[in-house]
């Protein structure tokens, strides 16, 4: 049922990484958030909470991609 979007993802993971290793050197930060949740109306996940994480995400420039919510990778391998 998630084959074919998890191909996109991949694929826009792999250009978001090659943009930034092509743009940092002129300033331009380009960043990747992997959201790993729905986001829906009373499901617990407000909008806002991940207008945060790509704010920080920005902000702090440490990282070229994150995850949302923060440590979901640890469920995943």
């Known amino acids: 049922m998630f084959g074919n979007s998890g191909i996109v993802m991949s694929a826009l993971r792999n250009y978001v ?3 930034h290793k092509h ?3 002129y300033g331009i930060f380009v960043g990747h958030l992997s959201i790993s949740t729905l986001i829906k109306k009373g499901r617990g996940i407000d ?3 991940v207008a945060d994480a790509w704010y920080n995400l920005y ?3 440490d990282t070229v991609e994150d995850t949302f919510p923060k440590g979901i990778t640890q469920f995943l391998n």
Do not use: G, S
Request: glycine letters at 0%; zero cysteines; a negative charge.
């Open 17 to 19: 990484l090659n943009l």
């Open 23 to 25: 743009l940092q050197p």
């Open 59 to 61: 902000e702090q420039q």
């Open 47 to 49: 909008r806002d909470q």
